[in-house]
């Protein structure tokens, strides 16, 4: 017993046990609407027929009544109650009643009966009154009629009608009634919670599938159902929220090894010079000469962190942007004089091909980081006298930037990797090995762009060297 009262009570806390006993509320409700419909209905067409059948044999009688003598009265009284199913009888002016076929009718139904009397009385017309509700033992239909004489009311006949016959009736039928709603409701309970049950089931592995995510199990996925379309919209939606959480546990993953990675080789290096350099006592020249390079090695360092401290911030959304009208032709012209001696070394050429006029909205620093960067990474893969194209032109309400090199390329599966961190197609493609960066100028270029609300891409097939186009919208 106290097994089933616990599942009894558990069963309200749960979403099937809810979901059944909603059925059943609204199956009662139904069901306690419908007999107070049909009892509403059923009572009337009731009362009807059986107010125009006592009514008929009411007139009769009172028109015997009112062709004979007073002192016949009795006798036509006697003679209708022998073949009358109910109870008879006669009342006069003054209230008094003159003639009870049984029982006094107005001494039933409490105040219904005399106030219908006296409203035939005083109307001079039949009334009709039920002495209690028709499902009750007692319950009588009562007519009254006046009795008229010299044209005014002398008495008045009453009629009452037992409705004990239509209350069997009624019982059984609300009996069958109730039966059959007391089926209804638990096959209607029951389907609901089997339906519950198959609608619950999706969730039930939408439930496993999340526990295990959140265990640490990332590679799970949820099997869309064909048969549901919302259910299957959810899945779709969780399964994107997993993938998208998977790539960025990846991502965090890989962004860690990496960003260790690169600054764990300089400094092994710089540890390996500084004991090189404890180890025996050496001049102030040959001192300062380790301390170049261990200046060298920190500088590189510096400027790994600074990579990853801006692209954090832009992870976070707090990059800060200085907006201002920038003159973007003279910023581009100033950063290509700048590269022009560091590419004349190796006898690369800069052909720079830019538009007067354009103005950009935007933050002047970051943007001059963008255009240095593309053209450090055009340098690194240009072969010796090759050239290196800058070319800016305005189109609509948009700039285009184009940076070209003349290099070997990159592979086509590299394209779409190449904006990630620490991404390097190919090392062995760069002219010095020394200036291999640390794979994260491209990403912050890419930042910075879409924080202007540009765009770059790049185009690029191997033996064809790579064109970067940047997209910016015109102040």
Known sequence: MK?????????FRTFRGRLALTYIAVELSILLLSGVLV??????????????????????????????????????????AKHFPGTLQLVNSLGEVLYASDRQIIRHGGEKVPKALARAMREENPTFVSTDSLLKKANMRVVSMPVHRNGQV???????????????????????????????????????????GRAYSPLRQIIRTAKAVAAGDLSRRLKPRGDDPEMQSLELALNKMFSELEASFAAQKRF?????????????ILKGEVEVAL?????????????????????????????LLTLARADAGQLELVQEEVDLTLLLQEVGQHHLILFAKDQISLEMDIEEGLTVSGDPRQLERVI??????????????????????SEGGSVHIHVRDEGEGIAPEH??????????????????????????????CKHIVHAHGGSIRVESSPGMGAEFIITLPRA
């Open 279 to 307: 180890r025996h006592p050496r001049s102030s020249e040959e001192y300062q000469a380790h301390l170049r390079q261990h200046l060298e090695m920190i500088s590189r360092m510096q400027r790994i962190v600074d990579d």
């Open 154 to 196: 002398v008495a008045v006949v009453m009629l009452g009608r037992s409705t004990e016959d239509v209350r069997e009736v009624m019982q059984k039928l609300y009996m069958l009634g109730g039966v059959l709603g007391l089926i209804s409701m638990l096959i209607s309970g029951w389907v609901g919670y089997i339906i519950a």
């Open 256 to 268: 860690t090894a990496d960003a260790s990675h690169e600054l764990r080789i300089p400094l092994t």
């Open 3 to 11: 097994r089933f009262l616990r599942w009894w009570s558990g069963l």
């Open 415 to 444: 394209i779409e990797k190449l904006f990630v961190r620490f991404f390097r197609a190919d090392d062995s493609r760069v002219r010095q090995q020394a200036n291999s960066g640390a794979g994260l100028g491209l990403a912050i």
């Open 39 to 80: 009892y509403w209905l059923l009572t009337a067409q009731i009362y009807r027929e059986i107010d125009e059948r006592i009514a008929l044999q009411c007139a009769t009688l009172v028109a015997e009544m009112e062709r004979s003598s007073e002192r016949f009265w009795p006798f036509h009284l006697e003679q209708f």
């Open 372 to 393: 240095y960067n593309l053209l450090n990474n055009a340098y690194k893969h240009a072969p010796q006298r090759s050239s290196v194209y800058l070319h800016a032109r």
